[in-house]
């Protein structure tokens, strides 16, 4: 079982950068990979970004290529979403998310979610 806490919200100008961090319960952090996804009002959750258990694997959603960057501290049961060059479009809530045996874009297969933590860019 692992339970998952964001945070690091905020509202920010367009342009501006914040780091999201999501810290997880549990002696077993370090065997899940962990992704993060967002919902902004009226859209689906959609995958923003995932990181195996080592680190050695790492995806992004095109949207946020070269913009966003994905990290994990086992150490630290953390994981973090570093967010450069926001858009009003990046705005939305933000979720983390944990899977077993998995490392991809289908939140379908992660077992655990966090509550949420919301971003705001303005424009």
């Known amino acids: 079982q692992v339970q998952l806490v964001e945070s690091g919200g905020g509202l920010v100008q367009a342009g501006g950068s914040l780091r999201l961090s999501c810290a997880a319960s549990?002696?077993?952090?370090?065997?899940?990979?962990m992704g993060w996804f967002r919902q902004a009002p009226g859209k689906e959750r959609e995958f923003v970004a995932t990181?195996?258990?080592?680190?050695?694997?790492?995806y992004y959603a095109d949207s946020v290529k070269g913009r966003f960057i994905i990290s994990r501290d086992n150490a630290k049961n953390t994981v973090y979403l570093q967010m450069n060059s926001l858009k009003p479009e990046d705005t939305a809530v933000y979720y983390c998310a944990a899977a077993t045996l998995y490392t991809g874009t289908d939140r379908m297969r992660y077992n655990y979610w966090g509550q949420g933590t919301q971003v705001t860019v303005s424009s």
């Open positions: 549990g002696r077993t952090f370090g065997s899940y990979a």
């Open positions: 990181i195996s258990w080592s680190g050695g694997m790492i």
